[in-house]
């Protein structure tokens, strides 16, 4: 009996990037991003909230701080290889190649394609009530950009993919990577630090935040649809919000001599279990058998949430951003009363994107396929596996001031490099796992009871590309395999590189080995910094 199935199936095909591009970028507000992230020791007004809490030791009275980073990030994907030729029917677009893809977002809260991700905090020393006490409450958000929008880049412009459109135009090569995608991750916190000792500080940071997280893809929606026959896809999208997300940090920064002065920070992982809604959309060839097919609710107990329709499904994700832990020192330059002229400080850091939360997420369906009304198959659990290794960072930076009467400007710049995110292979469009280098200028100007500080920055992720030219094409869907000689590599080897179209009828060991993303990458991101502070 051959089948033909399964639209609705692949609820668990999408699942949004709450790295945003994700993987973290260097810096928190202005004047940290502006020494392109090598704070840890210096870090000494309401940044210190999510860079190190200890840093608030360093203010006095009450201090309210105001910053963000405005991020546009660039990318371009080109696949490598050509439209499969189809046996069911003949398309123009058979055997070309395949068209370059650009990340175009339509951002509700940007500016000309700039994301601000801010800080805000308020920190007191409550009168001196706890001498050696700091107290602060705030908020601030992952620095990241997780926003996505792929549009086939042509000689008419730029055209954003539209699913059951002119079948006629050739597909967006990245659609089973992803569509589109937006994040939001904010994390209301509190923290207090403690001066032990003249030359010793210590803190902590408690946050409870919330995420919401929004993403389409398009997927196989007849199994083993490996020439891509955009008529058998279907196109599935998430809305899903976590209202209670937490995480902590800890830090400590050491005075050993004047002019030294070094800093350490963990961060905990920031859990994310998201609950909410997928919809729907099937191709006009999409059935079982022949016969049409809907999606709807489990008929045993959730799995996830219960009040599942035909029209919304009630799902799960579950991803981290992961735990990280930064080490740096600086050296003041110090004038001959004393005072700082400027400085220099070294940062080196270590990111867990190899933790089996924030390499691949978890989506949990309650929905099952109904032919004529009777449920027919059930939507196993799944993994959105990105291949993630452990990033490690290396950030220099530091500032100069120059004394205009009682005030100063002060001016800063910073470099950095981050290694590589996604291993061999793993590059993906949702996701920036490429490695990085950060360069960056930004300038202060403080007068005795505020400060303002604007920046600038560009981080390149320069060209990327994945090897190999694992493309199966089998027209009777009989043998799989790269070259469609029926072997495919195990799931989790070495040798199987790149994400699949996920199949949610069957477990994650047992997923179709197509991977949609080899060719080349290029990207970067533009930075601009804004921030101000007051004390009194």
């Not at 601030?140 to 042509?154: D, I, M, S, W």
């Amino acid at each position: 009996m051959k089948l033909r199935w399964l639209a609705g199936f692949a609820i668990l095909g999408v699942v949004p990037a709450a790295q945003a591009g994700g993987l973290y970028l260097p810096g928190s507000g202005a004047v940290s991003t502006s020494r392109a992230g090598a704070a840890v020791a210096s870090t000494d007004d309401g940044e210190a909230l999510s860079i190190n809490p200890a840093g608030l030791a360093k203010s006095k009275g009450t201090t309210i701080t105001i910053s963000m980073a405005l991020i546009n990030y660039a990318m371009e994907f080109t696949r490598r290889g050509t439209y499969d030729d189809l046996s069911a029917e003949a398309l123009p677009y058979e055997g070309t190649p395949y068209p370059t893809v650009r990340n175009d977002p339509d951002l509700a809260l940007g500016f000309g394609g700039f994301q601000p991700v801010p800080v805000f905090a308020i920190s007191s020393d409550l009168g001196g009530k706890v001498p050696n006490l700091r107290v602060a409450v705030g908020l601030y958000a992952p620095n990241a950009y997780p926003f996505r929008e792929l549009c086939t880049v042509g000689a008419n412009g730029c055209r954003k993919y539209v699913f059951n459109g002119d079948f006629n135009e050739a597909p967006n090569p990245a659609r089973y990577d992803i569509t589109k995608q937006e994040a939001a991750v904010i994390l209301p916190s509190i923290a207090a630090s403690y001066r032990i000792l003249p030359e010793l500080d210590i803190g902590a940071r408690f946050s409870a935040g919330f995420a919401h997280l929004k993403s389409t893809v398009t997927i196989w929606g007849n199994p083993a649809n490996t020439v891509e026959y955009v008529k058998e896809d279907a196109l599935f999208s998430v809305d899903a919000k976590d209202s209670f997300v937490p995480a902590f940090g800890a830090g400590v920064t050491y005075r050993p001599a004047p002019a030294i002065e070094i800093g350490a920070a963990y961060n905990s992982a920031v859990s994310i279990s998201a609950k909410g809604d997928a919809t729907s959309e099937t191709g006009p060839n999409v059935g079982l058998n022949g016969m049409p097919i809907t999606i709807g609710p489990s008929d045993g107990e959730p799995r996830c949430a219960p009040g599942g329709t035909v029209q919304k499904q009630k799902v799960c994700v579950e991803l981290d951003l992961p735990m990280t832990a930064t080490l740096g020192g600086r050296y003041k330059f110090l004038d001959a009363e004393g005072k700082q002229r400027g400085d220099v400080e070294l940062n080196v850091g270590w990111e867990n994107w190899s933790a089996e939360r924030a390499s691949n997420y978890r989506v949990v369906a309650d929905a099952q396929i109904y032919l004529n009304g009777t449920p027919n198959l059930g939507i196993k659990d799944n993994l959105i596996m990105h291949g993630f290794k452990d990033v490690f960072t290396a950030r220099v930076g530091g500032s100069y001031d120059i004394p205009q009467g009682e005030n100063v400007i002060q001016l800063r710049g910073g470099l950095g490099y981050d290694t590589a995110a996604a291993k061999t292979g793993w590059l993906r469009a949702d996701v920036d796992g490429a490695s990085r280098t950060t360069m960056t200028l930004g300038a202060g100007y403080k007068a005795k009871r505020w400060k303002v500080d604007i920046g600038g920055g560009l981080i390149l992720d320069g060209e990327a590309t994945n090897p190999g030219n694992c493309n199966p094409v089998v027209k009777d869907r009989a043998m799989l395999g790269c070259n469609g000689d029926g072997v495919e590599n195990p799931v989790g080897s070495d040798e199987r590189q790149g994400p699949d179209p996920i199949n949610p009828i069957v477990v994650p060991d047992a997923q179709i080995e197509a991977p949609t993303n080899k060719g080349t990458f290029n990207g970067h991101y533009i930075l601009f910094m804004l921030g101000f502070s007051t004390w009194f």
